[in-house]
């Protein structure tokens, strides 16, 4: 069983950063990815970043060279760090993970981004 926590998030200037955080815990030796999602309002969710234990990284195109994901296997942490923030990001971001064939996800942290 695997527990995922967030933390970060809140409101912004478009233009602006913030990070997001997520820590993994529980019966874990081996987590095979670690990512974010979001859903705003009336729409589907979407994967944003994703990233491997071998450090592969995956980005959403919308994100792309705006968003970087990292990883910490040690801890069992993966942070976004979001630059350039447009009002379209605005959405709930959840943390992701693939372990032992299962998914989780965490509770979600709200993103807003004023314009």
């Known amino acids: 069983q695997v527990q995922l926590v967030e933390s970060g998030g809140g409101l912004v200037q478009a233009g602006g950063s913030l990070s997001l955080s997520c820590a993994a815990s529980?019966?874990?030796?081996?987590?095979?990815?670690m990512g974010w999602y979001r859903q705003a309002p009336g729409k589907q969710r979407e994967s944003v970043a994703g990233?491997?234990?071998?450090?592969?990284?995956t980005y959403a195109d919308s994100v792309k060279g705006r968003f970087t994901i990292s990883r910490d296997n040690a801890k069992n942490t993966v942070s976004l760090q979001m630059n350039s923030l447009k009002p379209e990001d605005t959405a709930v971001y959840y943390c992701?993970?693939?372990?032992?064939?299962?998914?989780?996800w965490g509770q979600g942290t709200q993103v807003t981004v004023s314009a």
């Open positions: 992701n993970a693939l372990h032992l064939a299962r998914e989780y």
């Open positions: 990233v491997t234990t071998g450090g592969r990284t």
């Open positions: 529980g019966t874990i030796f081996n987590i095979a990815y």
